[in-house]
């Protein structure tokens, strides 16, 4: 006889959105085949979108870390996809996995310095280092200086390969980002990192090695977005320091997350969607899009903190489940009416307050 | 003699940097809450004291007073119709709070004033010099900067230790729940602190607007220079945010002569290094 008792992982909704999210995956693949040119440039604005939004979302609503300053690895990737095709001449699409690890690389020293500060303090850090590197670029002749640099070899490769090729390469940065984020949480890191997420102290107090776990997190989001920045550059082909380190790839990526749900994989998905559905919708009204996501953001946070997918996941759906369930026969716990998740995901103590003044 | 002169620059820059790490080490003291809309706080001063002598024809001095007033009362409406939720919410919440006003007053500064470059003009002050010798020349208006800023200083100073109401913000600083059982409305004392904040983060505004131009977007940097200011001198130390906005100034005063461009990047590299050396900052109280 069976036993009746079963530990499982699926929910009925991830029974469905799991086949479903394969196939808009290779509807998406087909897009270069039929879709038109300017189908495909705002394909890679929302994949890539997407990207940045879920790398953000494992730093912030995973490891706790909210940063100010992730523009440093777009802009790193979109400067070493140039060195690499311009002065290297490396193919330009080879380009986009090596600024990744640049950007991984880089993310080693940045941390050094910025965990030492924590909390908000930690977020202009960031912000600050994120200054430097594009300081540094608009005072280096050879990266461009401050008037910026042209993917020329990018450029030259033929107009229909080199749309589909990008296509290609922002559709599997962002399902890249999902299915990274969901491996992640379902190993034993993201255990840990659950655990971070939900009580730092009392993670530490039960053998989580937190400080390596938030820097392992630190270097994989930095090479997820090097490689996202690369993709966005190689889309629009010219790259200058003020741009590619603006503070608005932040507003963006935080935006998306704060919106869609921080600390699940659905929430910036959901963010991303309505980040870019808003930036559509108004884009003939200047920036009154970014004022309206601002305020909606600044809302959400305070008003509705689980976001928008919290508030559909009170309905009991669970897309990509990352815990483990206990069923007997058909009833299941925890149950899939209710999403319980920890009582209060996001709130940590607050930093051991410095004496002040 | 021309480093000299750099130094004294550098200084003089550096009360005006004090200005606002002032505020922003106020409101951090009080309810451990980095403001990351400070620095456009500031900016949106700039541009109220703008349409003030815009409307009326004044001096940008005369104006600094409704300024101020505006200022504090806007500070004391959005940290208690705003931030006190977002900080009820969870430190975390606090923060992106203050990061969505940051860009939401950017992008209505950047609708209602455009992307170009305003200034405040404030006559001749702003050219009038006294000449030490030939290389060393010391702007009346940079002084006049960095008397306000210790006078804000020593008036904080004052304020803390003498007051009933400082002393109820040194008493929510060092522990918020126990301040509360001695009967210390603190929803009502966060919105004073954050009024008391851009009360002097509005005489800032006004000060560099006369200094040098403004647009929309320069909000980022002056928390920049602020939280430079308070990490390099510390933080919780009060005067450490007026060493700390010297160090800064000099830094950048001294960068920008040695390579035109290098300014603000000494002044981060300062910044850097004082994280990676000393990251308690250069005067910090003893921690808890």
Redesign the interface.
């Known amino acids: 006889m069976a036993d009746p008792v079963k530990v499982q992982r699926y929910t009925r909704a991830s029974r469905v959105a799991l086949p479903a999210a394969a196939v808009i995956v290779v509807v998406a693949a087909t897009v270069p085949a039929w879709g038109s040119s300017n189908i495909m440039k705002q394909g890679v604005t929302f994949l890539t979108l997407l990207a940045l939004a879920q790398m953000w979302n494992l730093l912030a609503g995973y490891a706790g870390l909210i940063s100010v300053g992730q523009q440093a690895f777009v802009g790193i990737g979109a400067y070493s996809l140039w060195v690499f095709a311009e002065k290297f001449g490396i193919n330009p699409l080879l380009c986009v996995p090596i600024a990744g690890v640049i950007a991984a690389l880089l993310s080693v020293p940045t941390a050094g310095l910025a965990f030492r500060l924590r909390g908000g303090y930690f977020a202009v850090g960031t912000w600050v280092i994120a200054e430097v590197y594009r300081l540094l670029i608009t005072q280096i002749p050879w990266l461009g200086g401050g008037s910026g640099v042209t993917m020329i070899s990018a450029g030259a490769i033929e107009r229909s390969t080199r749309e589909a090729a990008i296509f290609w390469l922002a559709l599997f940065v962002a399902v890249g980002s999902i299915v990274l984020v969901y491996l992640m949480l379902r190993s034993r890191m993201g255990l840990a990192m659950t655990a971070i997420r939900d009580d730092e102290t009392g993670a530490r107090g039960l053998g989580v090695h937190v400080t390596r776990s938030k820097l392992w997190v630190y270097i994989i989001v930095a090479f997820g977005t090097g490689m996202t920045g690369a993709v966005i550059y190689l889309n629009l082909l010219r790259a200058t320091p003020e741009a590619a380190f603006s503070l608005q790839w932040s507003a963006l990526m935080i935006f998306s997350v704060v919106i869609g749900g921080l600390g699940t994989i659905e929430g910036p998905i959901v963010g991303a969607i309505i980040y870019f559905g808003l930036q559509q919708l108004l884009a003939d009204y200047g920036t009154w899009y970014l004022i309206l996501i601002g305020a909606l953001a600044a809302g959400v946070v305070v008003f509705a903190r689980r976001g928008v997918w919290g508030l559909l996941a009170r309905r009991g759906v669970d897309l990509f489940p990352v815990r483990r369930r206990l069923c007997l026969e058909t009833v299941c716990f925890p149950e899939d009416q209710a999403k319980p998740g920890p009582e209060d995901p996001l709130a940590q103590e607050p930093p051991p307050g410095e004496r002040t003044l | 003699m021309v480093w000299v002169n750099d130094i004294i620059q550098g200084i003089l820059l550096g009360g005006l940097y004090a200005l606002f790490a002032a505020g922003l080490?106020?409101v951090?003291?009080?309810m451990?809450?980095?403001n990351?809309a400070h620095g456009d706080f500031s900016i949106m001063a700039a541009y109220i004291s703008l349409v003030i002598v815009g409307s009326l024809g004044i001096n940008p001095f005369y104006t600094l007073a409704l300024v101020m007033i505006v200022m504090a009362l806007f500070g004391y409406l959005i940290q208690r119709g705003?931030f006190n939720?977002?900080m009820d919410?969870?430190?975390?919440?606090?923060?992106?709070?203050t990061?969505?006003?940051a860009?939401?007053i950017q992008?209505?500064l950047?609708?209602a004033f455009t992307a170009n470059s305003k200034g405040l003009d404030a006559g001749v002050i702003e050219n009038a010099f006294i000449r030490i010798s030939d290389q060393v020349v010391i702007g009346w208006f940079s002084l006049l900067t960095i008397i306000t800023s210790v006078i804000v200083l020593l008036g904080l100073q004052f304020f803390?230790s003498r007051t009933r109401t400082g002393r109820a913000?040194?008493a929510t600083?060092?522990n918020q729940r126990a301040a509360q059982l001695m009967g210390i409305d603190n929803r009502h004392l966060y919105g004073m602190a954050m009024a008391l904040a851009l009360a002097i983060v509005a005489i800032g505004g006004v000060f560099i607007g006369i200094r040098t131009t403004f647009t929309p977007s320069a909000g980022?940097l002056r928390?920049?220079f602020a939280?430079?200011a308070v990490?390099i001198g510390g933080?919780?130390s009060?005067w450490g945010t007026l060493v700390g906005g010297i160090i800064l100034g000099v830094a950048q005063v001294l960068g920008d002569h040695i390579s035109q461009?290098?300014g603000?990047?000494a002044g981060?590299?300062v910044?850097?290094a004082i994280?990676?050396f000393r990251?308690q900052g250069l005067f910090?109280?003893?921690?808890?």
């Not at chain 2, 919410?89 to 709070?97: F, T």
């Not at chain 2, 910090?284 to 808890?288: E, L, T």
């Open positions: 080490s106020l951090f003291g009080v451990k809450l980095v990351l705003l939720f977002a919410a969870g430190p975390m919440q606090a923060i992106l709070a990061f969505g006003v860009i939401i992008n209505l950047l609708e803390l913000f040194r600083a060092d980022p928390l920049i939280y430079e990490i933080l919780g009060l461009g290098w603000i990047l981060h590299l910044f850097l994280l990676a990251p910090a109280k003893q921690v808890q």
